[in-house]
């Protein structure tokens, strides 16, 4: 194709297609790059016959594209002919390495060579990034590959694995059974594999299955005949350079976010958090005028959306001024408010009176407001109770509501306000009962949607945290004193971010701070002959540090982070301050600290129990809030517990009862944790892992069995299963044979596995639809299955 | 924190079987009869239902164990209701037949009930006994991981001896191969080992606790004066020596497993058989009024 195209889109996913194929309809000049060979590489890269869904159902699909759900191949198809019957202009082997130009005017460098003009650009390339590439002389050469499908392919070759993350170590110990294989580590250990990977490379390195380069780089790769092999790679150990002749060398080194690309183009991020989105107009548009960007780049993380946004974002470019496929669904949303207004004036009206949203572009307010809410609760009702797990956060659209945040101290909060920031930002409990008064209407926004926001509006997360430390340290310390007085305080106030094992403070430190720990949770320990012994475990909500305040010492322990933790810092100065406002703040202190002491009395900072308590800080469990545990002394291996949660759930066991650490008798099976600030929530397209008032993480239907959260979660206990056939019950078991019986299983063939089934994630939802509770600890016949919360640990750890 | 079915809710089912039991001694105590004391009188009625009705209550613990969703308490309180109600019919059973024994269905039905309640005891000992032992033994690891250790010792033993001519390969090898470990019921509970090896000149004979094979081992290393030799024959030596300790704790465990369950395998089936004697015992009361 010669000349100026009009329209060139890069990236052939869902967005990407929809967007061509919609300007080949009209006749428009346009080109669609794709940088591997075939459309589509992210949903090519599912697993093999993989359903996919159409969440969001709610939302109509405007495409010239087709799209309803179906197996990955039957999607694919569909596309494949879509492009055909649309004569969508597609190359494929073009990936975009480079985009100069502004609007009219762009020149599009691909494969780091052939240049090709447009007048606009709309990015579609999605967050899978692009595998980071050798970085040598001689990194271009054809038997380096940076993705292995069937390791089974490759027989009696050499082959070289470089990388030392889980994908190389699978990649290099599927490839030893039939070939000769090295592995190259630029560091000393496997620092980052999985328990069980890791396990296995150290065991296949000692067999002598493969071997392994330590401490070793890659100094550059050659092309040539090498003993009758394609090429050689040349590799810097420590005792010097080693050249070996090899059939073909794998590079696993993680993937290069599409984001530092993305910069390279001009578009600017808000700021460094890699969550972060770039800024968009409300037409798809980024800072670079005539570069639009669509999809999950954008954002938008569901196909639906970004083929819906590849029909829009065309007809902007084109300048037509469309609704959004959204509108029915907001106007729906809106119905319910007493209102006579257009959507677009409702939307408006809101960012209007709603202070903290007024700054936030109106493309990203509209997400927001379609993921979120809006409530109309009767004067006097419970918006959410104290000691709730709910994590939404609330915006008041009209009216006013009553927080009730202690015994004597009751905020009266009116329009523009927002309030449920703490247990957004700390992931904790609700530290207050909220009600609503007269004529309140209330937005309610899912944590996911505004941890997105905090994450790319600056201006959103400042308001959020200065408010936090402000409402924190009011209810906290100074009940008594009006929040305006407080300000200079909470101004002077730091937020410290903290990763797991990072010490907060040492012993022997000048007592210098307080610290409020707003999320995750310390150790507090002493040394002893040398030995750091944990004494006491602080949750978050709690403070630490006060003792040397009061008395103005030196510190008497050392306090680390058990997991990703953030505290809140009041200096010396800043607290006497404090204390000068609120008199009976000391008081309360000497208290607190009162009970603090006894704990630790009981606690006695012996020895074993301080192994016993680093021990289930290691096992991770500083940030649950209800895990297993099971006393081996008590445990007859019976099984019931697994057998019991999986007939309580669809015949799969959310709990592996053999897996997991033991330390002194206790054992911690693989089994959610409920964690504070749960890692299976992060990525999860559909937002369909939610946290119920009660603390349970749990997982709704609308799950797309992408996988994500199974990957997530640091403790390994999410699966992906198919849903068994219901059981027969067990009379007919007994009597006709009919189906498994209790405790056993569907077998493998059992389980339809048609196009129409969805392999979906699974995890523990600590029996939340049983009105007896957890089926596990219910079913144990000795007593040796117990759930426990962090206040019970030292408990656990004193009765040891 | 942790407490085990004997000392649930502070024995709360101990004290309920103990007031049960000294009630029923009272009563048959005190009681002023027409009659001589057995099943026919007031109190022998009164008893035996009581009986029976716990006896099908304890048989119902199988069908409760397996109700996952019960609301009906847990198992564990169940369990300690099920040992300490099931002890007391030792009591309620026999002042129920007033101590009048026989060769008959009565008092068939009513050895049975003891020996499921024996087998009961024998239960709750293992319960109580061996699931720290387990622990102990296994450190912690499945028995998976600890087969998983013997197969990673295996390859590295072979690797070893490849250096060490034929004969010593397949003896070795053959060691490897025949190592047995269960086998059947008795050998599971005895921890005994059938392993065998193939001797060089001796043909199939007894490996136990792999010690044959280390001899010969170890006996090659001592006659030998090839340095590597010597080197290869030590490690191998080593290997052999932390497998079978490995052997030895997984046969412990198999063993310690074995005997936690195998009580049930009587208990369970004579509790159906005492069932159906009580029946009998029952109809034949009726009918032979
Ligand atoms: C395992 C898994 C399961 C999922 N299941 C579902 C589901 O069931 N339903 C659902 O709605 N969503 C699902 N999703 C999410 C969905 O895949 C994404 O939201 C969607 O693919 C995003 O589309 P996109 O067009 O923005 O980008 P992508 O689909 O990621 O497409 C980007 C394309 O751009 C190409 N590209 C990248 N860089 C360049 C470059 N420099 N030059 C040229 N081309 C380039 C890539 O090769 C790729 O083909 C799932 C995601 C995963 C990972
Ligand atoms: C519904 C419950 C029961 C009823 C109605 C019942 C009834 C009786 C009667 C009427 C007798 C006297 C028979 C006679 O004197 O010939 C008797 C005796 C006896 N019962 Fe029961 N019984 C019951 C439960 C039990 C139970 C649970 C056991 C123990 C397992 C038991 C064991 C005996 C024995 C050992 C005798 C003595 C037999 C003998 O006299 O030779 N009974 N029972
Ligand atoms: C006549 C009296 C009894 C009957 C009919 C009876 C019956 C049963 C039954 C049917 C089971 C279920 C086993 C299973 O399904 O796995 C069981 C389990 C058990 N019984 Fe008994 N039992 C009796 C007395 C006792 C006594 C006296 C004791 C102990 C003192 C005892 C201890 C146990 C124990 C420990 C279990 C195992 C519980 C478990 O693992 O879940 N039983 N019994
Ligand atoms: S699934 Fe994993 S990350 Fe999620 S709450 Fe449970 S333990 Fe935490
Ligand atoms: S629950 Fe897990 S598998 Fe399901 S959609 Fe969410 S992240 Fe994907
Ligand atoms: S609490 Fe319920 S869902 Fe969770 S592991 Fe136990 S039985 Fe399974």
């Given at each position: 194709?010669?000349?100026?195209?009009?329209?060139?889109?890069?990236?052939?996913?869902?967005?990407?297609?929809?967007?061509a194929a919609h300007a080949a309809e009209l006749g428009v000049p346009h080109v669609l790059l794709e940088a591997t060979a075939k459309h589509s590489d992210t949903i090519q890269k599912y697993q093999k016959g993989k359903h996919v869904m159409a969440e969001p159902n709610v939302l109509p699909l405007r495409s010239p594209v087709p799209f309803e759900q179906g197996s990955r191949e039957a999607v694919l198809d569909a596309w494949e002919h879509s492009l055909g019957q649309h004569s969508v202009n597609v190359r494929y082997q073009a990936r975009v390495t480079a985009i100069e130009g502004s609007k009219g005017n762009f020149t599009l460098t691909i494969n780091d060579g052939e240049k090709l003009e447009a007048e606009h650009v709309i990015l579609g390339i999605g967050v899978q990034g692009n595998p980071r590439k050798l970085g040598v002389d001689g990194d271009d050469a054809t038997f380096i590959q940076y993705q292995l499908d069937d390791p089974d392919e490759f027989r009696n070759e050499t082959i070289v694995v470089v990388g030392a993350?889980?994908?190389?170590?699978?990649?290099?110990?599927?490839?030893?059974?039939?070939?000769?294989?090295?592995?190259?580590?630029r560091r000393d250990e496997f620092a980052r594999a999985?328990?069980?990977?890791?396990?296995?490379?150290?065991?296949?390195?000692?067999?002598?299955?493969?071997?392994?380069?330590?401490?070793?780089n890659v100094v550059r790769v050659d092309t040539g005949d090498f003993d009758d092999k394609p090429g050689q790679i040349v590799l810097g150990t420590p005792s010097g350079e080693v050249q070996l002749a090899v059939d073909r060398v794998i590079a696993r080194l993680g993937a290069v976010p599409q984001r530092k690309l993305v910069e390279s183009f001009g578009?600017?991020?808000?700021?460094?958090?890699?969550?972060?989105?770039?800024?968009?107009?409300?037409?798809?548009?980024?800072?670079?005028?005539?570069?639009?960007?669509?999809?999950?780049?954008?954002?938008?993380?569901?196909?639906k959306q970004a083929m819906n946004q590849g029909y829009e974002v065309v007809e902007y470019i084109l300048g037509n001024s469309i609704k959004p496929a959204d509108h029915p669904l907001l106007e729906q949303k809106f119905a319910v408010m007493p209102y006579a207004l257009e959507v677009d004036e409702v939307l408006e009206l809101m960012q209007e009176r709603v202070p903290i949203f007024s700054r936030v572009n109106p493309l990203v307010f509209r997400e927001l407001m379609l993921d979120s809410n809006i409530l109309m609760p009767e004067p006097g009702e419970v918006v959410f109770a104290k000691n709730d797990y709910t994590n939404t956060f609330f915006t008041i659209l009209d009216g006013s509501v009553e927080i009730e945040a202690g015994p004597d101290l009751t905020i009266k909060s009116g329009q523009g306000n927002f309030f449920g920031e703490m247990s957004l930002l700390s992931g904790r409990r609700r530290s207050?009962?909220?009600?609503?008064?007269?004529?309140?209407?209330?937005?309610?926004?899912?944590?996911?949607?505004?941890?997105?926001?905090?994450?790319?509006?600056?201006?959103?997360?400042?308001?959020?945290?200065?408010?936090?430390?402000?409402?924190?340290?009011?209810?906290?310390?100074?009940?008594?004193?009006?929040?305006?007085?407080?300000?200079?305080?909470?101004?002077?106030?730091k937020i410290n971010h903290y990763k797991p094992g990072e010490v907060v403070f040492q012993e022997g430190d000048r007592a210098d701070s307080l610290h409020l720990i707003r999320s995750g949770s310390v150790t507090v320990a002493k040394s002893f002959d040398s030995r750091e012994i944990p004494m006491a475990y602080v949750a978050a909500g709690n403070y630490v540090g006060e003792m040397g305040l009061l008395g103005n010492s030196d510190r008497s322990a050392t306090v680390r982070a058990t997991v990703k933790t953030e505290t809140i810092s009041l200096d010396s100065g800043t607290f006497l301050d404090l204390l000068q406002k609120s008199p009976e703040l000391l008081e309360s202190m000497r208290?607190?600290?009162?009970?603090?002491?006894?704990?630790?009395?009981?606690?006695?900072?012996?020895?074993?129990?301080?192994?016993?308590?680093?021990?289930?800080?290691?096992?991770?469990?500083?940030?649950?809030?209800?895990?297993?545990?099971?006393?081996?002394?008590?445990?007859?291996?019976?099984?019931?517990?697994?057998?019991?949660?999986?007939e309580t759930h669809g015949g799969t066991s959310r709990l592996n009862r053999k897996a997991g650490a033991v330390f002194a008798h206790i054992h911690v099976p693989t089994s959610c944790r409920h964690c504070e600030d749960p890692h299976c929530m992060k990525d999860c397209p559909p937002d369909a892992i939610k946290r119920s008032p009660g603390g349970e993480v749990f997982i709704q239907d609308n799950c797309i069995g992408c996988g994500n959260c199974e990957e997530n979660c640091p403790y390994g206990v999410i699966h992906m299963a198919y849903k068994p056939p219901k059981k027969p019950g067990i009379w007919s078991w007994l009597l006709f044979g009919a189906g498994p019986g209790p405790g056993q299983a569907y077998g493998k063939e059992e389980v339809p596995q048609g196009p129409d089934e969805q392999k979906m994630a699974v995890k523990c939802d600590m029996c939340l639809d049983l009105a007896g509770g957890p089926a596990c600890v219910r079913a144990c016949p000795t007593g040796a299955a117990l759930r426990l919360s962090p206040e019970d640990f030292v408990d656990l750890v004193s009765t040891r | 924190m942790y407490q085990s079915f004997i000392s649930y809710r502070g024995g709360r089912w101990?004290?309920?079987?103990?007031?049960?039991?000294?009630?029923?001694?009272?009563?048959?105590?005190?009681?002023?009869l027409p009659q001589p004391p057995g099943g026919g009188t007031w109190l022998g009625y009164t008893l035996g239902t009581i009986g029976a009705l716990l006896i099908l209550w304890l048989t119902y613990l199988g069908r409760r164990k397996r109700n996952y969703a019960s609301k009906l308490g847990t198992v564990q309180g169940w369990t300690s209701a099920h040992v300490y109600l099931g002890s007391s019919l030792i009591v309620i059973a026999t002042l129920h037949a007033g101590f009048q024994f026989g060769w008959n269905v009565h008092t068939l039905a009513y050895v049975l009930m003891l020996l499921v309640i024996f087998s009961g005891f024998f239960g709750v000992w293992a319960y109580l006994r061996y699931p720290e032992m387990l622990s102990d033994n296994t450190g912690g690891k499945t028995r998976g991981d600890l087969y998983r250790e013997v197969a990673e010792i295996d390859k590295q033993i072979m690797r070893q001896v490849a250096q060490l001519g034929s004969d010593m390969e397949t003896a070795v090898a053959s060691a490897l191969d025949r190592t047995v470990v269960g086998g059947g019921v008795i050998a599971?509970?005895?921890?005994?080992?059938?392993?065998?090896?193939?001797?060089?000149?001796?043909?199939?004979?007894?490996?136990?606790?792999?010690?044959?094979?280390l001899d010969l081992v170890v006996e090659q290393l001592s006659q030998t004066s090839h340095r590597e030799q010597a080197s290869y024959l030590r490690e191998a030596s080593n290997l052999l020596g932390a497998r079978g300790r490995l052997l030895d704790r997984i046969r412990r465990d198999v063993q310690i497993q074995g005997l936690l369950r195998i009580w049930l395998y009587f208990h369970v089936p004579l509790a159906f058989a005492c069932v159906a004697a009580l029946i009998v015992h029952v109809f034949a009361v009726f009918v032979y009024w």
């Open positions: 194709m010669s000349g100026k195209i009009k329209i060139a889109v890069v990236g052939s996913g869902p967005g990407g297609i929809s967007a993350g889980d994908a190389a170590i699978e990649n290099a110990l599927a490839l030893a059974r039939h070939n000769r294989v090295y592995i190259v580590n999985k328990e069980g990977n890791l396990g296995a490379i150290t065991a296949a390195i000692a067999g002598g299955d493969l071997q392994c380069f330590y401490s070793t578009v600017e991020f808000p700021n460094e958090d890699p969550s972060a989105l770039p800024v968009l107009t409300t037409k798809y548009e980024s800072n670079v005028a005539g570069m639009y960007i669509i999809g999950a780049l954008g954002g938008y993380p569901l196909i207050a009962t909220v009600r609503a008064g007269t004529f309140c209407v209330l937005i309610e926004t899912p944590r996911r949607t505004m941890n997105k926001l905090v994450n790319s509006v600056d201006a959103v997360k400042r308001v959020l945290d200065e408010t936090f430390i402000l409402r924190t340290i009011q209810q906290r310390f100074a009940p008594s004193v009006p929040l305006e007085d407080l300000r200079p305080i909470a101004k002077a106030a208290d607190e600290v009162k009970q603090r002491t006894q704990q630790n009395v009981r606690l006695q900072a012996d020895a074993a129990s301080g192994d016993m308590l680093s021990f289930l800080m290691q096992q991770g469990l500083g940030e649950a809030t209800d895990v297993l545990l099971i006393d081996k002394a008590l445990c007859v291996g019976c099984d019931n517990c697994e057998v019991a949660c999986a | 101990f004290w309920i079987s103990l007031v049960l039991c000294i009630g029923a001694i009272g009563v048959y105590a005190w009681h002023d599971q509970l005895t921890a005994r080992d059938d392993s065998q090896v193939m001797m060089p000149g001796q043909g199939l004979v007894a490996n136990v606790r792999q010690k044959p094979i």
